[in-house]
């Protein structure tokens, strides 16, 4: 089978200069191809398929401190022990430091008062930190949140950036990795540059000891599911050397990367809503958005992102999939914002601050969760749903996400509006050459 990088150079025309040279991001990817409806796996309740979307960088107090009845914040405390009120958050921003040494610093054993210390990438002063969404802002994730289910307990599986958490979401594990790689989100994976690296911290988490490769030679639940028929895959994302491809965490498993059935899993994201019509979706789906529709700050609009986001949940919801559908919408790492709420200790990596957690379904428990659970919670309850082994110490501590499921009164769909996003500049500080994307 033709792989898709190849495939994509053969339809643009381009030629790489080297082997990894960038497919471009303005190439569009090949049409969506005609596809067969999945099989169906047995499963423990009456969902069979979970579709998992991670976007970035926000915290619970970012995007829902505002919220009704959820656990949220209007106002954040200092270093100097100031209580200051959390402003209006922006459309656009620049992208605040965020990586586990300052994620250390913001926890600050448990005072979450350090945000006051952060800088941007581009090691300026701010207070961008604390910022909250007004009411009306975000009317797709507030409108969810409202009709489904809001988790104002889930925590980031690490205190640090984007790579050891989305391995989480995948493998209930980082590979002993604590932050993120030493190069931009073209290429993270098993397919990058083979000089690209991660820090390995010491026991206690507060020195690098040393770096291993960005390719891990970990079990995921993709892996597992090749031992249980019926039970099928897939991931979408970018297009490999664009923005975004280094958020798709399974072409960082080596075993599943390598494998000859990759380009059987792997899609661009433009190809899941032509799936969805087609019914061509597995038991468990891995999401993850281009750099532009991602909610990152440093440049995307939070609006087009939402509107990105309701696109995809939008497919699922007119579609007959929907009755046997959860779709589970977090963030990957805290971004640098002001959270209050202390994350538990559960082992040496974590958990970090918060991340919203929605969860759209017709058998979401409508209403605020207040169970605590990180981003293994969701595979856990895959592997429950699926019949599927746990795979770490961290899974079998974890709550399971089954807890934000009932299944008495299925809740009807609701078609989430598009909205026409601000025109706003571009704000982070191009010429610092500071901005990373993790």
């Keep these: 089978m033709i792989g898709l990088v190849a495939l994509v150079l053969l339809t643009t025309g381009e030629t790489p200069v080297d ?19 999945l099989p169906l796996a047995p499963s423990a309740t009456p969902i069979k398929h979970i579709v998992y979307i991670v976007k970035e960088n926000r915290t619970y107090d970012n995007l829902f401190g505002r919220f009704p009845e ?5 106002t954040g405390k200092t270093l100097d022990g100031t209580t200051i009120r959390l402003g209006p958050l922006p459309d656009k921003q620049v992208d605040l430091q965020h990586n586990h040494f300052w994620a250390v610093r913001d926890i600050n054993g448990g005072a979450m ?6 800088k941007d990438k581009a ?9 909250t969404a007004s009411p009306g802002q975000l009317p797709d994730y507030w409108g969810w949140a409202r009709r489904y289910g809001l988790g104002d307990r889930m925590f980031t599986s690490v205190p640090s950036s984007s790579y050891p958490n989305h391995l989480f979401t995948v493998a209930g594990q980082s590979a002993g990795v604590i932050d993120g790689p030493s190069s931009g989100t073209r290429w993270w994976g098993c397919d990058g540059p083979p000089d690209t690296t991660v820090p390995i911290p010491s026991l206690d988490t507060r020195s690098i000891i040393g770096r291993k490769s960005v390719c891990v030679d970990i079990p995921s639940v993709a892996g597992q599911t090749t ?8 991931t979408y994302g970018a297009m490999p050397g664009q923005l975004g491809y280094g958020w798709v965490a399974l072409d960082a498993v080596k075993r599943v990367r390598e494998s000859v059935t990759w380009d059987q899993h792997y899609a661009p994201w433009q190809w899941f809503t032509s799936d969805v019509k087609q019914g061509h979706l597995a038991s468990i789906t891995w999401m993850t958005p281009p750099f532009n529709e991602s909610d990152h700050p440093g440049g995307p609009s939070l609006c087009q992102g939402e509107n990105w986001t309701a696109r995809q949940v939008n497919a699922i919801e007119s579609s007959p999939l929907w009755k046997s559908t959860a ?15 202390p994350p538990p200790r559960f082992d040496r990596f974590g958990l970090g601050p918060r991340s919203p957690l929605l969860v759209i379904s017709p058998w979401a428990k409508r209403g605020i969760d207040h169970d605590t659970y990180d981003f293994t919670s969701v595979i856990k309850f895959a592997a429950e749903n699926f019949g599927l082994p ?4 961290r899974e079998r501590k974890v709550n399971s996400l089954r807890s934000a499921f009932q299944f008495q ?7 989430a509006p598009l909205h026409t996003c601000p025109k706003v500049k571009f704000t982070q500080t191009e010429a610092a050459g500071a901005i990373d994307y993790d």
């Excluded at 090691?123 to 910022?131: I, K, L, R, S």
Aim: hydrophobic share 35%.
């Design 390 to 393: 746990l795979l770490t110490s």
């Design 227 to 234: 031992r249980h028929p019926g039970v099928t895959w897939s």
């Design 70 to 74: 959820g656990d949220g914040a209007t």
């Design 327 to 341: 779709i589970v919408i977090v963030w990957d790492d805290f971004g640098g914002f002001y959270d209050h709420v």
């Design 123 to 131: 090691g300026n002063e701010t207070t961008m930190a604390y910022t």
């Design 409 to 415: 009164h299925p809740l009807k769909p609701w078609i």
């Design 19 to 37: 082997p990894w040279a960038p497919v471009k991001a303005s190439a569009p990817p090949p049409p969506a191809p005609k596809r067969d409806p």
């Design 113 to 118: 008062n350090g945000f006051s210390a952060t």
